[in-house]
DNA sequence: ATGCCTTTTAGGAAAAGA
């Protein structure tokens, strides 16, 4: 079973190249982030047509996650984190696919950096983690996967020293990362390809993907039983060079499931 | 050092992204 996830920015506005990805590589799980559209404006139709069943959770503008099954519609097990009743964004998703549970996250950006938004960066790592805590002892695969918007290392990033004071790259966020591997997930992309240059971001300006000036931001997790079955671990970079393209690429593990 | 692009909403300009 192929999982991705893809921080589309924009799924309406990035419909075709969503369809042609989907099409060229029909990949069996999509984790979807910046939706940027309310629940009536998600593209369900042409999704459906495309062979995918979709459970989303939408918000106008900003934010919004889906979770996409080929063959089949995800069983969704929760929508938003617990924690917080007043959290408004749209960020995060978790339904059954296949006896895999899937969690798609769109995690905060938090700048500037320091300021409201970078407590609620934390505040909102803080309850997944919590969450995360009550997934990682099942017995079945857990996948969590999504836009982390954090660089764990210096190695994930095209230049670590421009880095140092943003919310993606901040001790705490990076220290709130390994708190969460360190109840036992695995880094899927990283602990198949320990000491390669892979990004999954690159900015639109400064011509960035020509000059392969990139992050690695978004991040597939693995419990145990997932992290069993792991055959690769890869990033569609390509999709990054076509036209009407998001700023993300495309990420993707192979489990044996 | 910098949102230098891009999307969204809205019908011009501004917020947000990373």
Known sequence: MRIATYNVNGVNGRLPVLLRWLAETAPDVVCLQELKAPDEKFPEAAIRDAGYGAI???QKSWNGVA?????????????????????????????????????GLYLPNGNPRPGPKFD???RWFDRLIDHAATLIGMDAPVVIAGDYNVMPTDRDVYKPERWRDDALFAPEVKAAYFRMLG?????ALRTL?????????WDYFRNAYA????????????????AKTLRAAEVDSYVRGWEKTSDHAPVW?????
């Open 56 to 58: 989303w959770h939408g």
């Open 67 to 103: 979770i996409l099954a080929k063959g089949c519609d995800p069983v969704e097990t929760r929508r938003g984190l617990p924690g917080d009743p007043d959290d408004s964004h749209s960020r995060y998703i978790e339904a059954a696919v296949g006896g895999v549970l899937v969690g």
């Open 120 to 122: 609620y960066k934390l």
């Open 183 to 187: 109840q036992g997930w695995t880094d």
């Open 193 to 201: 390809h320990p000491d390669e240059t892979i990004y999954t971001f």
């Open 211 to 226: 000059r392969n000036a990139g992050l690695r931001i978004d991040h597939l997790l693995l419990n145990a039983p997932a």
């Open 253 to 257: 593990v192979e489990l044996g499931t």
